[in-house]
């Protein structure tokens, strides 16, 4: 966090919004990061918000939670715009930074759910607006009248855009309730039959209709665009990873739900998140790509 202080202000001020900053910045860097699927540019988002926030009047706010979730939900929606652009270059299926998370995330379901790889990659096909509106309303239970303030919206057309966005995410989330045991079942056949190289072993695991999705950024082979159907996964990935070396496996919570870290004679070389429907992989996803890879070894704390 860069130092910065409003002129003026007193040691006691600058210390109280100091605190304010610090106390929330858990909360910040979760809405930023849900907004953005980067936890690089949720930091950048991070810095900034702390810059406005330190050059404001603080002592005519009355809630300093709702007053930096608005800063920051207007710096990540500028820097949506950034990263979209970015993502029309990039080389392959863009995937979510994956993160390493605490076990009290995935104790904390509808958070998890929440940054999940897969929930991440629905919440990419809203509009911006309508991704923020919903991450607010939905997962951090702002109120309309806060989020029309960060969205520069009327409440009621924020009530109108939040209902299309639940509409639109609960038709593209899976439809049957899976329970991190179950995940974690699945992961360890997928495990097993990568092994093994057993066709037979992966179809059974996987739906009929399983999307499987790579993420190299150009600098790692990976599948160079996604793969559908149980049969055609299977065959791929019974085949090996190109690994060039000795290939293992091991369980991490990733962005709360259960994943695989893989190593390639013990360096770390990608991980491995699942989407779960009815007992089966429905989408898999591999990234691989070193950019996104600074945190999947730390834990990174994300909360509500």
């Known amino acids: 966090m860069a130092s910065a202080a409003r002129p003026g202000a007193t040691e006691d001020q600058q210390h109280s919004a100091t605190d304010a900053f610090l106390t929330h910045r858990n909360l910040l860097f979760t809405v930023a990061y849900e907004m953005l699927g980067s936890a690089a540019d949720a930091e950048d988002v991070l810095q ?3 810059l406005r926030w330190a050059d404001v009047e603080h002592a005519a706010i009355r809630d300093a939670r709702a007053y930096l979730i608005r800063i920051t939900t207007r710096q990540a929606l500028t820097r949506l715009r950034t990263l979209s652009r970015r993502k029309e270059s990039y080389v392959g299926p863009w995937l979510p930074e994956p993160l390493l998370t605490a076990p009290d995330v995935a104790e904390d379901v509808e958070l998890a759910e ?3 790889i897969a929930m991440l990659l ?3 096909t809203l509009t911006p607006t309508e991704r923020a509106v919903f991450v607010l309303r939905e997962v951090f239970d702002v109120s309309y009248r806060e989020i029309a303030d960060a969205v520069d919206k009327s409440a009621a057309t924020v009530r109108q855009i939040a ?7 609960a038709a593209r989330r899976p439809r049957t309730g899976t329970t991190s045991a179950e995940t974690k079942a699945a992961l360890a ?3 097993r039959a990568i092994t093994t190289g057993e066709v037979q072993d992966l179809v059974d695991i996987l739906a009929p209709g399983v999307v499987a999705m790579g993420d190299g950024g150009g600098a790692r082979r990976v599948m160079p665009r996604p793969i559908v159907g149980a049969d055609k996964v299977a065959r791929l990935l019974s085949a090996g990873i190109d690994a060039g070396g000795l290939l293992s496996f091991e369980p991490v919570l990733i962005n709360g739900n259960p994943a695989l870290l893989s190593r ?6 990608g ?9 089966l992989i429905t989408g898999l996803f591999y990234v ?6 600074s945190r999947v070894e730390q834990s990174t704390t994300i909360s509500r």
């Open 48 to 50: 900034e918000t702390w």
């Open 114 to 116: 929440s940054v999940s």
């Open 122 to 124: 629905v919440l990419e």
């Open 189 to 191: 056949a997928f495990q």
């Open 271 to 279: 991980v491995f998140t699942v989407r779960m429907e009815a007992g």
């Open 163 to 169: 209902h299309r966005a639940r509409e639109h995410v």
């Open 264 to 269: 390639v004679n013990g360096e770390l070389d």
């Open 288 to 293: 691989r790509n070193p950019a996104k890879l």
